[in-house]
Each structure stands twice: as structure tokens, then as C-alpha cells.
């Protein structure tokens, strides 16, 4: 099924997944609305995107998701500029691994705000134009975590599980009676950002070096699959996209 004309959210636009997402949907005729916090990063990626021929246009929002005041922004901005929204991509996320003994809970709040309070905050913000007009596509970016525990990742692993299992009630109570699709992205390893946040030595001496030595997932390839679980028939609703780098076991 064709995107070409959809109105679609990206939060966490401004690089990584958010930003190869936004190019590849632009290339396939979606309007895309290109929400973070580094205003700069999301004019450049206009720019970008508004410089090829063919494409979707661009919009540019600048919000934090863990305030609902922002989302009334996003909102607003956006049916004013495209009338309708069809999709929201909630790929806002941080990572900052640590060991829990290390008690880096500063940490652990931001992740929670972001990887869990982001995600509700971006679905209720939807949820009533999409339970109106009665379609909608909700795609959350979870990751392998939420599957496997590993070491550091404790509450980076509980966020995401909470993404994922979100998901499925999100699916289980809209889709039947609303139309409206939901999706959760769970990859592995993918060469972005989201290291950067971590400040563990522990971690940073222990993990860096096995993520140096594999051949990671790219952006582009996670910006695929969601394309794919978007250009299904109404009749299917991708549930989980699970990613894997062929060359990380778990």
C-alpha cells in the first residue's frame, strides 16, 4: 500500500533511525513532521529532504517528549499544515547502560521519561484524531532488550519491555475497533547515537569493545522494516519487526 500523501510524526528526528526514517518515507511521497530537540539538526534534514524531487514535504516542530504541553504543539502544528495524521513513529530514546551498583539513578529517571513517558505521551497526543477518523498507524521503536536481559542494561531492558508490552495492548484494544495499526520495531545493535549517553566506565571499557568488533545494523535498515510494516494492506498489521546484525547471537 502506498504511503505517498500520509502525514507521518517522527520524534527523535533530528539522527539516527529518526533520520534515515524520515529520508526513506519522504522518498516514498509521505509528509513528514520532524520533532526533537536540536532545532538545527531537524532544519538541515528539511533542507534535505525538501532539496530531492518528488518528495514528501517536511515540517519542522522542535519538542521534548516528556512534556505533554510540547505534544499539544506537534499537534496542533500539524493538522494546521497537513489536516490529518496517519502515523506517529515513536523512536525518541535514550541508553545511558550502567550497572545497577553503581546507582546512576539520575539515569534510570531519564530513561523512563523518555523511553516510557515519550511513548504514552506521543499516543495520547494522537490517539483522539486517530480514533476519529477511524485509521492510524501507532509504530513504537522497542529493541532486542526487550526480549533479553543483558549486563548494564537492567533498566534500559525494563524500559523497553514496557514499549513492547505497550504495544500489544495498544494493538489488542484499538485495532478491531478503530482500524488503527500498531507496530513495535525491536532491533539489535545499530550504529547511532545512542552509545553516546553512556557514562559507566564499567561499561564503557566492557561493552564498547564487543560493539566495535561487530558489524552492526544501519539506520537505513531499520527505516526498511518500518516502511515495510507501513506499506502492508489494511488487512494485516505487522505486530513486531525483530533485527538482528547476522553476526550478534543475543
Known amino acids: 500500500m502506498s504511503i505517498k500523501g500520509k502525514t507521518i510524526i517522527i520524534t527523535?528526528?533530528?539522527?539516527?533511525?529518526?533520520?534515515?526514517?524520515?529520508?526513506?518515507?519522504?522518498?516514498?511521497?509521505?509528509?513528514?513532521?520532524?520533532?526533537?530537540?536540536?532545532?538545527?539538526?531537524?532544519?538541515?534534514?528539511?533542507?534535505?529532504?525538501?532539496a530531492k524531487k518528488d518528495h514528501g514535504k517536511a515540517l519542522v516542530i522542535t519538542a521534548d517528549v516528556t512534556k505533554k504541553q510540547d505534544y499539544k504543539k506537534i499537534i496542533e502544528g500539524t493538522l494546521k499544515e497537513f489536516k490529518s495524521i496517519d502515523v506517529i513513529i515513536n523512536n525518541a530514546g535514550l541508553m545511558p547502560l550502567s550497572y545497577i551498583k553503581n546507582l546512576h539513578t539520575d539515569e534510570w529517571?531519564?530513561?523512563?521519561?523518555?523511553?516510557?513517558?515519550?511513548?504514552?505521551?506521543?499516543?495520547?497526543?494522537?490517539?483522539?484524531?486517530?480514533?476519529?477518523?477511524?485509521?492510524?498507524?501507532?509504530?513504537?521503536?522497542?529493541?532486542?532488550?526487550?526480549?533479553?536481559?543483558?549486563?548494564?542494561?537492567?533498566?534500559?531492558?525494563?524500559?523497553?519491555?514496557?514499549?513492547?508490552?505497550?504495544s500489544e495492548g495498544l494493538r489488542q484494544e484499538l485495532a478491531p475497533t478503530y482500524g488503527i495499526k500498531v507496530t513495535s520495531i525491536e532491533p539489535g545493535f545499530v550504529s547511532t547515537e545512542l552509545t553516546e549517553t553512556i557514562t559507566d566506565e564499567e561499561i564503557k571499557k566492557e561493552l564498547?569493545?564487543?560493539?566495535?568488533?561487530?558489524?552492526?545494523?544501519?539506520?537505513?535498515?531499520?527505516?526498511?522494516?518500518?516502511?515495510?510494516?507501513?506499506?502492508?494492506?489494511?488487512?494485516?498489521n505487522i505486530n513486531d519487526v525483530y533485527i538482528m546484525p547476522t553476526e550478534q547471537k543475543e
Open 109 to 166: 529517571d531519564k530513561m523512563i521519561d523518555v523511553n516510557i513517558k515519550g511513548v504514552l505521551n506521543g499516543v495520547a497526543a494522537v490517539l483522539p484524531s486517530m480514533m476519529e477518523q477511524k485509521s492510524g498507524h501507532i509504530i513504537n521503536i522497542s529493541s532486542s532488550a526487550a526480549r533479553k536481559y543483558y549486563p548494564g542494561g537492567a533498566v534500559y531492558c525494563a524500559t523497553k519491555s514496557a514499549v513492547k508490552m505497550f
Open 208 to 236: 564498547m569493545p564487543m560493539v566495535k568488533d561487530l558489524t552492526t545494523l544501519e539506520a537505513e535498515d531499520i527505516a526498511e522494516a518500518i516502511y515495510y510494516a507501513l506499506s502492508q494492506p489494511d488487512r494485516a
Open 12 to 50: 527523535g528526528a533530528s539522527s539516527g533511525i529518526g533520520e534515515a526514517t524520515a529520508l526513506k518515507l519522504s522518498k516514498e511521497g509521505a509528509n513528514v513532521v520532524l520533532t526533537a530537540r536540536r532545532e538545527d539538526k531537524l532544519k538541515e534534514l528539511k533542507k534535505k529532504i525538501e
